[in-house]
């Protein structure tokens, strides 16, 4: 379903397209604004502020919401990390404590991703985004363009050098088809 449709009947008034808005994009969110700030909690609490920031100013949205949604968390992380002037490690025990809070049949999974976003953490910050909004949240590359203020070309330059970068990581990592699209 288009989220920009059901952004604009919350314009129109519709509480419960709110909610819905917030319950496709609520772990998605999280989870990428996290890659910016390396605190699950820091990272709530921003998405909180995203969608506290739609609420307030009801912006009139020219593109797609989603590519809009991911720029405003984007800009709001680099915000948090500007004022904070530090960077945030996810350090051994909380990682230890995610992975002990899976259930046991998810674990490789966990451990998989955790591979997959060191792998990503290796290459320079604008490659790693371009991957995460194409290959991992599943964004066109127009609205991925959108995101990181780039050209699509500039994008699919982008996501070449990085494919070819991370694809012998990936596979030392056991890692296969991560990026097939």
């Known amino acids: 379903m288009d989220t920009t449709i059901i952004y604009n009947d919350y314009l129109s008034g519709d509480p419960k397209a709110l909610e819905k808005l917030m319950e496709i994009y609520g772990d998605k969110l999280t989870l990428y604004i996290n890659g910016y700030v390396k605190n699950l909690h820091d990272s709530e609490d921003l998405l909180i502020e995203v969608f506290a920031y739609i609420v307030d100013k009801r912006p009139k949205i020219k593109n797609s919401f989603e590519s809009y949604i991911y720029k405003a968390a984007r800009n709001h992380a680099l915000m948090f990390l500007r004022k904070a002037k530090r960077h945030i490690l996810l350090t051994d025990e909380e990682m230890d404590f995610c992975i002990e809070n899976t259930f046991e049949d998810d674990v490789w999974l966990v451990e998989r991703n955790k591979r997959l976003h060191d792998c990503l953490d290796s290459l320079p910050s604008a490659q790693k985004e371009a991957l995460y909004l ?30 070819k970068k991370i694809k012998p990581l990936l596979e030392k990592e056991g890692i296969k088809s991560a990026l097939d699209k």
């Not at 590359?141 to 203020?149: E, I, S």
Request: glycine fraction near 6%.
């Open 134 to 163: 194409v290959y991992i949240e599943g964004m066109s590359y127009k609205d991925t363009a959108v995101v990181l203020h780039k050209t699509v070309k500039q994008v699919d330059k982008l996501l070449q050098l990085g494919k």
